[in-house]
């Protein structure tokens, strides 16, 4: 297993979780990094992106403002950081390492590598 996800746990809504993605023989450092979910009966979707910089980081609308993506190069890990959260958050949560091509850092096409998946579920 390259990627490990963890962090993920029941929380009441308004609540807040620390996701972590964490690399065995990556170097997170020389991909791209992005979150995805899946709830139940639906397809996986975007949830948020880093560039091997850092920066400009991109997020789904349905999250802006309320989730962060971040990187500890030292750790080799990515974090996503939840908060504010809702009942429709609820889904397993992935994340992914790769070289995404231009256009398709939001598409699970553009990344190789990909974590086992950590349950988030938010109860109202």
């Known amino acids: 297993v390259q990627l490990q996800a963890s962090g993920g746990g029941l929380v009441q809504a308004g609540g807040s979780l620390r996701l972590s993605c964490a690399a065995s023989t990556l170097t997170l450092s020389a991909y791209a990094v992005a979150w995805f979910r899946q709830a139940p009966g639906k397809e996986r979707e975007f949830v948020a992106h880093s560039r091997r910089t850092g920066y400009n980081a991109g997020y789904a609308d349905s999250v802006k403002g309320r989730f962060t993506i971040s990187r500890d190069n030292v750790q080799n890990t990515v974090f996503l950081q939840m908060n504010s959260l809702k009942p429709e958050d609820t889904a397993i949560y992935y994340c992914?390492?790769?070289?995404?091509?231009?256009?398709?850092?939001?598409?699970?096409?553009?990344?190789?590598?990909w974590g086992q998946g950590t349950q988030v579920t938010v109860s109202s």
């Open positions: 992914a390492a790769g070289t995404p091509i231009w256009g398709t850092i939001r598409q699970e096409g553009g990344y190789r590598y």
